[in-house]
């Protein structure tokens, strides 16, 4: 502070003595003010050494030179130093999210369902239940909602309570249907597990349970929206349509989606068709590729890619505003469809989806069966073929009911806006039956990339860990089903916290990317101004 008070006095006075000087006699010669900048140039030099203690500094150094040692860094060290540290980190949660999912399947088997429950019978926290409405905790639907007392969190940065955990139920999933109600009653045991883990390791975050009928289970319990910041905002969140719900649900996929652009699907139809292709397209993750064909005379891509790429932010917004662009014209080929699909599909070698390849045709139903065109590319009936008939008509709907018979698909109808997102994510149960088959050999925790955190948490990356249904029927065959995903958050944060910068160069700093080629870590990976969660973009 000393040195810049002087600093901005010596400029000033130096500029003064010029005007007077030009104003009474001859201005100074260059030399001479060459020398009056010397003479600043040393005394501010000293007054910056004096006052910063540097010359002390160094004198303490060379005084206590037997007290410390000068190396110098090994930067491969540094940096397996850092990964064996994250990788303990992800190593801990991961102890964490597969006690979850053991428990979670011993709860479930366990559980007897139920047709009827008594009043007030499943007691549970709605975390979209108004705090200040009392009238809003009241129900007839068979459960009792509670109300937490919370308490400001620093870590998690809002209202918390360690005491219970909450549930959020989708908009368009009444909470006191019988599939609900049940799933309250058999996931309540899940939170001492929560609470259990905790103990174990306090620095743990969210713990989720994700279910395949869309209810979540997270703890800390915490309120789901802060109505001061969002007013009037309408609750689009649905867990099954999140990342990390998606990637830890079903194996990677090849997906080549078939548009029928036909001119008899104009008009309405054509715009069910278009708002369900882009649903489909966010049922994938970055570990999946897919490509958008549409066909009538002739089959074409919609968009500039030629190939499968992969489902990322940028390549599905790519494909939606060609989507958008599809017009109905000409006649219905299946025939040139099918063969442009498959033809896709064997030229695309990229991807890790081994036997996860998939067409998902959606039109308004045809008379042919394009049968020949199955024999030829699909014999082993490596590819599945799921269909869609969409709109309201009286199409013969047999044929595309046969195609995805004999292709070890299913058939979905789409009569309307209000049926596009349940039908086209239900295909997912089918894809995960192989891993609930398999058992513990398909279990893997797998990590997402990084993504901004539903409950203002910041950047985060979630572990996930498939749960089974585990139960058998009379005859005692094994279900198929899978029950849902179990999550656990890591913050950006934690992370930055095992590679510090001190322990290199000024300059330097650490990074890391993830193996879907994303930065996972830098100095620069930071949200900027508002950003929208992953379900609004």
């Not at 939606?320 to 219905?332: H, L, R």
């Not at 969409?390 to 049926?419: F, R």
Request: aromatic share 10%; charged share 25%; glycine share 6%.
């Amino acid at each position: 502070m000393a040195a810049s008070w002087l600093l901005v006095f010596s400029l000033t006075l130096f500029q003064s003595l010029v005007m007077n000087l030009s104003s009474e006699g001859p201005f100074p010669s260059a030399t001479t003010i060459k020398s009056w900048v010397d003479k600043m140039q040393v005394d501010l030099v000293t007054l910056a050494r004096s006052a910063s203690g540097v010359d002390e500094l160094a004198k303490i150094y060379t005084k206590y030179s037997d007290l410390y040692t000068v190396e110098a860094n090994n930067a491969r060290d540094l940096v397996e130093i850092a990964a064996s540290n994250i990788e303990k980190l992800l190593s801990n949660r991961s102890k964490a999210l597969v006690n979850l999912a053991k428990e979670a399947e011993t709860f479930q088997a366990a559980h007897q369902w139920r047709d009827e429950f008594g009043k007030n019978e499943i007691i549970y926290y709605n975390a979209k239940d108004d705090q200040n409405d009392s009238e809003k905790n009241e129900t007839e639907t068979g459960s009792q909602k509670i109300r937490p007392v919370f308490e400001d969190d620093a870590v998690f940065g809002r209202q918390i309570s360690y005491q219970h955990a909450a549930v959020h139920i989708p908009t368009d999933i009444y909470e006191g249907s019988t599939i609900v109600l049940n799933e309250l009653n058999w996931t309540g045991a899940l939170d001492e597990v929560f609470k259990k883990n905790r103990e174990e390791d306090p620095t743990l975050l969210w713990q989720v349970f994700g279910s395949a009928t869309g209810l979540a289970r997270y703890y800390p319990a915490s309120p789901w929206v802060d109505k001061s910041r969002t007013p009037n905002k309408i609750d689009l969140y649905d867990v099954r349509r999140r990342p990390w719900y998606i990637q830890g649900a079903a194996s990677p996929k090849d997906m080549l989606i078939l548009v029928d652009a036909s001119g008899s699907v104009s008009g309405l139809t054509l715009k069910l068709i278009r708002t369900s292709v882009i649903e489909m397209l966010e049922t994938l993750s970055d570990d999946d590729f897919v490509n958008v064909v549409s066909f009538n005379n002739n089959a074409q891509n919609v968009s500039c890619f030629n190939h499968l790429v992969q489902a990322n932010v940028r390549n599905k917004k790519k494909l939606k505003e060609a989507v958008y662009k599809i017009s109905a014209k000409g006649i219905t080929d299946y025939k040139k469809g099918f063969i442009y699909a498959f033809q896709q599909l064997q030229n695309h070698s990229g991807s890790r989806a081994n036997c996860n390849k998939i067409i998902m045709l959606f039109t308004d139903g045809g008379e042919e069966r394009a049968q020949e065109i199955f024999n030829t590319y699909n014999k082993d009936k490596k590819v599945r073929v799921f269909t869609f008939s969409v709109g309201q008509h009286n199409y013969d709907k047999g044929p595309i009911q046969w195609m995805a018979c004999q292709n070890k698909g299913y058939y979905y109808e789409i009569p309307s806006i209000g049926a596009i997102r349940i039908n086209t994510q239900e295909y997912l149960d089918v894809l995960g039956r192989p891993m609930v088959l398999a058992g513990d050999k398909a279990k893997q925790v797998q990590w997402t990339n990084v993504y901004l955190d539903a409950l203002e948490l910041g950047l985060v990356i979630t572990g996930t860990l498939p749960v089974f249904n585990r139960t058998v029927d009379q005859q005692g065959n094994k279900n198929q089903l899978i029950l849902g995903v179990m999550g656990v958050d890591v913050s950006l944060e934690d992370i930055k916290k095992l590679t510090p910068r001190f322990t290199l160069c000024p300059n330097g700093y650490y990074f890391a990317i993830d193996p879907n080629g994303y930065v996972l870590l830098h100095p620069d990976l930071k949200p900027k101004g508002v950003l929208k969660s992953s379900e609004d973009e």
